[in-house]
């Protein structure tokens, strides 16, 4: 049986993903930060597929919670087949995780190389692994990650970050897919932009308030125009199931880096330089002490 872990997989394009892959057979972990949610989550899956799915605690917020999640599935598990960066939050009011890093670049970005990195171990032991990470169309108007971008400022922009956030994790795809290349690792990373999608992300962060009324614009916009949860997990599901993909790519709606929605394609003519993508990593590697990467 494959295995699968996927980071807050209790919500809309996780929730989504998680669905699919049992039905395709996988036993998946569900990381997430709520045990209450994840549990009802699994409750609603058909019965036939709830043994195959597990609630696995991870706060990305918290390294020791990261640490705990990859301890319990490493002393659990000989294989790793996929691992879905999936978890997000958008345009959060000004906060820090528990390290003290801007709560959009420490989940999104760093929380997961964190995790992924202490799973690498399990990765390089299964043929044919992948690595997701969910970026956004956002990213385009993010800013490549600087150290002092790491940290919460008074310059500090809800939006800004959360696009540099998904710019970081088209890099951090980019930069696993090259240690993957460099170490003959027989794994994928790959990037995926799911496009539109209407989920708890905007409403979450209308809810949490502090980006005015672009809050409620963005909850409407998706409720009438964006995807279901089911259409919008397509590029990250291709990530995992195509045969087709290629380490390091990059698939979005279309084929496109800007689309709202459609089919999921690979995106063509995407690059980023080689020295951005080695100053990411060197920045990575030390902030985090990353093993791996
Ligand atoms: N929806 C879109 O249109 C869209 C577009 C582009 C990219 N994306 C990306 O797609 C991914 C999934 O988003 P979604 O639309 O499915 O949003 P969602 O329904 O809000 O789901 C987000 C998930 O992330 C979890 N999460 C947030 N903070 C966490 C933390 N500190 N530790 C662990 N889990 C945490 C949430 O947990 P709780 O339920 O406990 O809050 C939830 O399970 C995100 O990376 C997002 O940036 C979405």
């Not at 195959?52 to 991870?58: G, I, K, L, N, S």
């Not at 990059?250 to 080695?278: C, H, T, W």
């Amino acid at each position: 049986m494959k295995i699968g872990i996927i980071t807050g997989a209790n919500s809309g394009l996780g929730y989504a993903s998680t669905q699919k892959l049992l039905k395709e057979g996988y036993y998946i972990y569900m990381a997430c930060r709520s045990e209450e949610k994840t549990l009802e989550a699994i409750k609603s899956f058909d019965p036939q597929l709830r043994d195959q799915v597990e609630y696995v605690h991870c706060d990305l917020s918290s390294f020791d919670s990261i640490r705990e999640c990859a301890t319990y599935v490493l002393n659990k598990e000989k294989q790793l087949n996929v691992l879905m960066l999936n978890a997000g939050l958008m345009a959060t009011p000004p906060s820090e995780t528990k390290e003290g890093y801007e709560m959009q670049i420490g989940v999104n970005v760093l929380g997961h190389a964190l995790l992924a990195d202490l799973l690498v171990p399990l990765i390089k032991t299964t043929p044919d692994a992948r690595v997701i990470s969910l970026s956004s169309v956002a990213s385009n108007s993010g800013r490549p990650l600087q150290k002092q971008m790491l940290k919460l400022t008074k310059e500090y922009r809800p939006w800004q970050s959360y696009s540099n956030s998904k710019l970081g994790d088209v890099y951090y795809a980019k930069a696993l897919a090259q240690y993957f290349r460099e170490q003959d690792i027989d794994a994928l990373s790959i990037a995926a932009h799911p496009g539109g999608t209407a989920s708890q992300l905007q409403i979450n962060t209308r809810k949490m308030g502090g980006v005015g009324i672009s809050g409620p614009f963005w909850v409407y916009v998706m409720k009438f125009f964006g995807m279901t949860i089911h259409q919008g997990a397509l590029s990250q599901l291709m990530g995992v199931l195509s045969s087709e993909v290629k380490n390091g790519d990059y698939i979005g709606p279309k084929g496109s880096g800007s689309a709202f929605k459609g089919n999921p394609k690979v995106i063509e003519n995407y690059s980023v330089s080689q020295s951005e993508l080695d100053d990411f990593r060197t920045l990575l590697k030390t902030e985090l002490g990353l093993q791996h990467f």
